[in-house]
């Protein structure tokens, strides 16, 4: 069984940062595109950014371009996204996910492995 297992999440006010963290225990993540989800209760999944195997393609959503920062280790089998200036519209499940394929995608039926979620709450 291929999964991914995200840490770094928590609860933090309003304006400050966390940085989230995304390694493959099965498998090596180096040779996979990987992406970043959210998802709140009632809503569809959001995807968030994306990074390509080798960290030079890159792509955000729009509501968190040049608040967040997704970057990759390759000699560490990582994958972090930093998130800073995080508002209340952040809170959510965030999700890794992998594929193979996937180059920069934030579209969540492309990505075949993933992570079992770290909570973000975000408070005033």
């Known amino acids: 069984q291929l999964r991914l297992v995200e840490s770094g999440g928590g609860s933090v006010q309003s304006g400050g940062s966390l940085r989230l963290s995304c390694v493959a225990p099965e498998f090596t993540l180096e040779h996979y595109g990987v992406g970043w989800f959210r998802q709140v209760p009632g809503k569809e999944r959001e995807g968030v950014a994306c990074i390509n195997s080798s960290g030079g393609y890159i792509v955000y959503t729009d509501s968190v371009k040049g608040r967040f920062t997704v970057s990759r280790d390759n000699l560490k089998q990582t994958v972090f996204l930093q998130m800073d200036r995080l508002e209340a519209d952040d809170s959510a499940v965030y999700y890794c996910?992998?594929?193979?394929?996937?180059?920069?995608?934030?579209?969540?039926?492309?990505?075949?492995?993933w992570g079992q979620g770290t909570q973000v709450t975000v408070s005033s």
């Open positions: 996910a992998a594929d193979f394929r996937v180059q920069g995608s934030l579209d969540q039926t492309e990505f075949s492995i």
